[in-house]
């Protein structure tokens, strides 16, 4: 049976993002084993940090895609060009304005984070420049429909990434830079490489720009601010932890790493969802039985894993970690029942931005001050914060369930956002 080309980019998508996730996956299982215990916990915290300051490229990334593919549809050759080029320039401005930022105050932020040199920021900085140059590049090769090429990137860069810093690590240093170079490599290989399929679009031909980008901007502020509010929930605590225990928060570091598997597993459920629903939205049909299989799927993947740790936890911690303690296995407990509840908020969250029910933002993005200002405040042990977290997870489900099962069948023509195109 012969498959069409939506169905064929699909399973390459499917394979390449999967892949990709178990090479970052395997990234911190090897790292927890070969670098010293107090460089991984400042590792994952600079992780932790890399991953709230590049929300906006993520976001960057729909824009890009949503221009390009609508003027590709229309055949707009030359406003593609114009649009993409535009975009990419304020990818480049930005991550340029955050790298000198991070450049700046470099002392300030390791100093906050007690990482006693300022070393790792630097990296760091590097690595989000290419991140968010990355973010135009990627956006061009989904809107054009680039497939392979991007499923290729992404699939080397995930392989590059752990082979390197391995190497780096092992026979150079098992210091925190070195940890880290390993990223560098492969963020400025995914620029570069991408760059050669799009290489028509960096002819300079300038005609007048026929799409309102302000306007798109405006469209993915919500999505936005649910990817900011949900990297601070499942990543602030981490940075808040390594500020105030410093070595202390090794254990911590540990236990999050295993919670996270959690995340990566049932990651792919609401991305299959949020097209669906969006689609159905559309066409002004009932998408309430999509979100329940949703969260049914979601729900047996991430109990799975939280049973089969909670099970046997010092034998999960063996495997995963090489180490176990009475301490990680009672965060690693709680961080299984956070991570399987945040999980579970992550598709009630793009449901409701697939139906363009917005209401949730407001007072999500006051539980994610709360949960900032409960640890800055409760703070005492790594386990108090691992019951803030986990209580924290379980309100805003709970809340989020509530909003998302009020949402109604749409009658008449949907209001949503214009994106501009």
Known sequence: MRLDSFTKNSLIMFAASSLG????????????RVVPKEVFASLNSLLSL?????????SFVIMVTKHISSHKARNNDEQLRTVWQKLAGHAFWFSLAVFIFMIIFKGNIASFLRLGSSGGIVILAFIFFFSGLSSAVTGGLQGLEKFKWLAFITVGAGFLKLFLSFVLVKMVSNSLSAALAGFLLPSAFGVILGLWPLRTLLKRKEVKEVADIKKLYRYILPAMAVALCFSLFTNMDMLLVQHFFGVGAQDYAVAQMVGKIILSIAGVI????FSRVSHMHALR???????RRSLIFTFGLSV???LGYNLFPGLALKLLAGRSSPEIILLGRLFSLSMLFYALSNVLFYYQLSVEKYAFIQPLLIAAAIQIVAISIFHQTTVMVGIIVAFSSLSIFLLNLKSALAYEKPQGQGLGYNPGL
């Open 21 to 32: 996730s178990f090479f970052n996956l395997f990234y911190q299982l090897v790292m927890v």
């Open 50 to 58: 890399l991953i709230i300051i590049s929300v906006p490229c993520a």
């Open 285 to 291: 049909e009932d998408s309430r039985k999509i979100l």
């Open 304 to 306: 799975l894993v939280t």
């Open 270 to 273: 609401y991305v299959v969802m």
